[in-house]
């Protein structure tokens, strides 16, 4: 009897493999979704039973963590891809502060106020590049440029600073500027350039 039953048995183990009975069968990235799918809905289960105040519960627990998320994606911005901290200020070659002037403006005539705030940042440190106060450094940042004027002219220290943040959010922060932010580095860079330098200690003691 059980002789019998073998035969039969592979023969319909071997008449099921054919290709005819599995045309409709998912592939296997179908099948593995699927696998997916089935876990995500096992943890979700799981996760609802757990939570306090159950499935509606679990519902407000990640709207919040994902309101959490956003919330702290927009207060430190979007990072871009591959920067680094050696990021440079002057990214496209040297050009004068003349130059970098011009450009600002002709964004900001255009309403493209990232780009006006980054020509208006380049102008700055350029302007004091040329008139001494700063060391031409082609691989010099935004923050450095600030932290080094800030020391020859440390009455407007607090305002490069803030003005190198600004540069930072637009260039690498995936943040927008606006006229304001313009404007307040548009007259940073009439103020500083006419400001008088701090003496070094150098210069005071030849003075003395």
Known sequence: MDTGRLPAREAARRELSK????????????????????WFG???????VAAPGGPAGLIVLLLTVFALAAALR????????GR??????????????????????AHAAADRWNQAVQERMRAIVRSLEER??????????????????GRALPTYA??????????DDVTYGGRSADRPAYLTLLDLDRAVETATPRLTAAREGAAE
């Open 19 to 38: 290709g005819a009975y599995h045309e409709n069968d998912p592939n296997p990235l179908q099948r593995a979704l699927d696998h997916l799918w089935t």
């Open 42 to 48: 096992d943890v979700v289960s799981a996760a609802s």
């Open 74 to 81: 927009w207060r430190l911005g979007a990072p871009l891809p």
């Open 84 to 105: 680094r901290p050696t990021d440079t200020l002057f990214a496209h070659g040297p050009r004068s502060a003349a130059q970098h002037r011009a450009a600002a403006d």
């Open 132 to 149: 001494a106060l700063l060391d031409p450094r082609p691989g010099r940042t935004a923050d450095e440029a600030a932290a080094e004027a």
């Open 158 to 167: 607090t305002r490069l600073r803030a003005a190198a943040r600004v540069f």
